[in-house]
């Protein structure tokens, strides 16, 4: 188990940049792949981006494709979610969400992951 933590969120306009940051603690980070989740009101959770343990290897969804960038810092515990060209339909709570793996793989779905932060709202104004 780890314990996640989000933050960065906030009020952006159209057009406009945010950074997301995840904090951890509790276990071995390196050990986890990483995701950023996001759910918008009345809508499922959905998958936005995706990490390996080691940070070498990343997707995401094609709604943000070349507009976010997913990293992490191993040596920090964090995760970070670099997003611009923001969009109102990128409004939502977005959740980091982490999966102990002996391997490499990139998990792409909310039935993957195990832990959970506790979100951080993002609002893109038009």
């Known amino acids: 188990q780890v314990q996640l933590v989000e933050s960065g969120g906030g009020l952006v306009q159209a057009g406009g940049s945010l950074s997301l940051s995840c904090g951890a603690s509790?276990?071995?980070?390196?050990?986890?792949?990483l995701g950023w989740l996001r759910q918008a009101p009345g809508k499922e959770r959905e998958f936005v981006a995706a990490i390996t343990r080691s940070g070498a290897y990343a997707n995401y969804a094609n709604s943000v494709k070349s507009r976010f960038t997913i990293s992490r810092d191993n040596a920090k515990n964090t995760l970070y979610l670099q997003m611009n060209s923001l969009k109102p339909e990128d409004t939502a709570v977005y959740y980091c969400a982490a999966r102990s793996t002996p391997g490499y793989s990139l998990y792409g779905s909310t039935n993957d992951y195990n832990n959970w932060g506790q979100g951080t709202q993002v609002t893109v104004s038009s």
């Open positions: 509790g276990g071995t980070f390196s050990n986890f792949a």
